[in-house]
C-alpha cells in the first residue's frame, strides 16, 4: 500500500431490483438494471484495491448485510462501513469524517463511473498536498470524485443531488468558504440510457473485467 495516510471511500448501494440504476430500468428493465450495477460495483472495488493506492472502505447502503457485499469483502482487501444518514449529502459527510479520523486526506467516489481509473485517484491524492478540495467532475453536472483533507459539512448540506448544479454548487461554496479546489479531468457516468452504448463500447469494461478477484 503506497499511501497509509489516505483512504479512499466507496459509496454503494446493494444490488436490489428495482432499488438501483431506476433510471435505466426502461431499457434493461429491474433485473437487468440490478446485474449492471452489481458489475459497476465489482469493477470499481476490483480497480482499486488491485491499485493498491491506500486502503479501500466500501460504505455500504441500508446496511452492510446484503451478500454481495459480503463476498467482496472476502474477495478484496476491502473495510466495510454502513452509511449513515437521512439524505446522500449527509451520508458523505458522516463518511467523511470518521475517515478523517483515520487519515489527513479523504476520497469519496461511486460505482457508476466506469473511465474513473487509479490514475485519477493519484492525482487527486497528490492534489490535496496543496489544494483543499479535489474534484472530478461528470459529463452530466455532477462529480465522480471528491477528495478532502478536512471536514466541509457545507459542500453537502442542501444539495441538489442527481441533478446537472452538484459540481458548479461545490465550485461556489468552494469559493464561499475560501477553500481551494483543484478540479481535473471531466468524466463520463452511466446513469441514463445513451450512456449505455458509450459503455458497451468501451474496453476496460469488457465482460469478464472485473469477474475474478484479484
Avoid: N
Wanted: glycine residues 8%; proline residues 7%.
Amino acid at each position: 500500500m503506497r499511501l497509509a495516510d489516505a483512504r479512499i471511500l466507496i459509496f454503494a448501494k446493494a444490488p436490489q431490483p428495482g432499488r438501483v440504476k431506476t433510471r435505466l430500468v426502461p431499457a434493461l428493465g429491474e433485473a437487468g438494471a440490478c446485474a449492471l450495477h452489481a458489475r459497476l460495483l465489482r469493477h470499481t472495488v476490483h480497480g482499486l484495491c488491485g491499485a493498491a493506492l491506500a486502503p479501500v472502505e466500501l460504505w455500504c447502503a441500508p446496511d452492510c448485510d446484503h451478500p454481495a457485499f459480503a463476498e467482496l469483502a472476502r474477495a478484496y482487501p476491502v473495510a466495510l462501513f454502513s452509511q449513515q444518514g437521512a439524505d446522500l449529502g449527509q451520508r458523505m459527510a458522516h463518511a467523511a469524517a470518521q475517515a478523517l479520523e483515520r487519515a489527513p486526506r479523504v476520497l469519496l467516489v461511486g460505482t457508476d463511473a466506469p473511465a474513473l481509473l487509479p490514475g485519477h485517484l493519484q492525482q487527486a491524492l497528490s492534489a490535496l498536498d496543496e489544494a483543499e478540495v479535489a474534484m472530478v467532475p461528470a459529463e452530466d453536472g455532477g462529480y465522480v470524485l471528491l477528495g478532502m483533507r478536512d471536514r466541509v459539512p457545507g459542500l453537502f448540506e442542501r444539495m441538489p443531488w442527481g441533478t446537472d448544479q452538484v459540481a458548479e454548487l461545490t465550485r461556489s461554496r468552494c469559493a464561499d468558504l475560501g477553500l481551494v479546489l483543484r478540479e481535473l479531468e471531466t468524466l463520463w457516468d452511466v446513469d441514463r440510457s445513451e450512456d449505455l452504448v458509450r459503455l458497451t463500447g468501451y474496453s476496460a469494461f469488457a465482460e469478464g473485467d472485473a469477474a475474478t478477484p484479484g
